[in-house]
T-cell receptor
Framework: QQPVQSPQAVILREGEDAVINCSSS?????VHWYRQKHGEAPIFLMI?????EQKGHDKISASFNEKKQQSSLYLTASQLSYSGTYFC???????????FGTGTRLQVFP | EPEVTQTPSHQVTQMGQEVILRCVPI?????FYWYRQILGQKVEFLVS????????KSEIFDDQFSVERPDGSNFTLKIRSTKLEDSAMYFC?????????FGQGTRLTVV
């Protein structure tokens, strides 16, 4: 039931782009994206509620393909502050739980 | 900005002891969640709580765990007899609508 994220890890130079994917085996009601720095709580980035919806702020955006039960997070022109572990969180229809994905560790170097 | 507050920030306990982790959620949020994260690993769903009742729980949330809302504001997670493998960060969260907020977590160390 846990969504699978890919890749497991990404190493970038500042200014490079990255895409993180999240795939579920269940029909999804919504997808959340979070970033977690080491030793800290996950920080909410955005939520996508409708199939095909794309959301974004600054240079981080995401899409949600309801039919494929997938979401992707797009990081453009990465900054050092983007480093951390990214988790998708999925809500399945008719359940009251938000399940986190396997995580993607992203490191941005100067 | 609305805030979820967890106490204590760090708890050390002996194996077999009971621990109570506390969370003050954002007022007017109806859903509350507890998560566990063993160091360096994934964020694991434990339980969701809605309208003073457990709504969903995971396989991890066995009879050793319980959740309560004792006074209408605080929200507690109790582990009755702690095991070494319960050592982890425990987060409460209030997702819903277009926002989701996590507390800063309680680091539980069982020795």
């Amino acid at each position: 039931q846990q969504p699978v994220q890919s890749p497991q890890a990404v190493i970038l130079r500042e200014g490079e782009d990255a895409v993180i994917n999240c795939s579920s085996s269940k029909a999804l009601y919504s997808v959340h994206w979070y970033r977690q720095k080491h030793g800290e709580a996950p920080i909410f980035l955005m939520i996508l509620l409708k199939g095909g919806e794309q959301k974004g702020h600054d240079k981080i955006s995401a899409s949600f393909n309801e039919k494929k039960q997938q979401s992707s997070l797009y990081l453009t022109a990465s900054q050092l502050s983007y480093s951390g572990t990214y988790f998708c969180g999925t809500e399945i229809w008719n359940t009251d739980k938000l399940i986190f994905g396997t995580g993607t560790r992203l490191q941005v170097f100067p | 900005e609305p805030e979820v507050t967890q106490t204590p920030s760090h708890q050390v306990t002996q194996m077999g002891q009971e621990v109570i982790l506390r969370c003050v959620p954002i007022s007017n949020h109806l859903y509350f969640y507890w998560y566990r994260q063993i160091l360096g690993q994934k964020v694991e769903f434990l339980v969701s709580f809605y309208n003073n009742e457990i709504s969903e729980k995971s396989e991890i949330f066995d009879d050793q765990f319980s959740v309560e809302r004792p006074d209408g504001s605080n929200f507690t997670l109790k582990i009755r007899s702690t095991k070494l493998e319960d050592s982890a960060m425990y987060f409460c969260a209030t997702p819903g609508g277009n926002e989701a907020f996590f507390g800063q977590g309680t680091r539980l160390t069982v020795v």
